[in-house]
């Protein structure tokens, strides 16, 4: 009885001791980084920034990545007319002449664009003329 409980005793010892060492010089070991590298996703450049589509789902604003050209399209995909809006109103834009929103009215023949911090625009959805709406 007493050799079992001294194997048991020393298994235990050796097994404590083992457990300890090797978690305690993991800590120390260095550790190599994974050489693996993940490229960004990248938006393709034919991607619309904005997407707005009239109520009865036959025409399509897009706005371009530089944020500055509004697109309408027909269903089909058919480009119907493309207009710089900043160049367009000839007014002052406060902040960057970006678009910040597009939003067709609810008879769905305007756009409405909002260029800037605070500058609205609306867009006859029909021929792509820009109005000034107003600043504030």
């Known amino acids: 009885m007493k050799k079992i409980f001294s194997i048991i005793l020393i298994l235990v010892v050796v097994t404590s001791f083992a457990f300890f060492?090797?978690?305690?010089?993991?800590d120390d070991m260095p550790v190599e980084k994974a050489k693996t590298t993940f490229s960004e996703p990248t938006k393709p450049t034919n991607m619309p920034t904005f997407v707005a589509t009239n109520s009865n789902g036959q025409t399509l604003a897009t706005v371009d990545s530089s944020k500055r050209v509004v697109s309408l399209q027909?269903?089909?995909?058919?480009i119907l007319w493309s207009v710089n809006v900043a160049d367009k109103i000839n007014q002052?834009?406060?902040g960057n002449s970006e678009i910040r929103e597009i939003k067709f009215d609810e008879s769905?023949?305007?756009l409405?664009?909002?260029?800037?911090?605070h500058t609205y625009v609306t867009i006859n959805?029909?021929?792509g003329k820009?109005?000034?709406?107003g600043s504030d």
């Open 21 to 26: 060492f090797l978690h305690k010089n993991s």
């Open 112 to 117: 409405n664009v909002i260029v800037g911090k």
């Open 108 to 110: 769905g023949d305007n």
């Open 92 to 94: 002052n834009i406060y």
């Open 125 to 127: 959805s029909k021929d």
């Open 74 to 78: 027909d269903k089909s995909g058919k």
């Open 130 to 133: 820009c109005l000034f709406k």
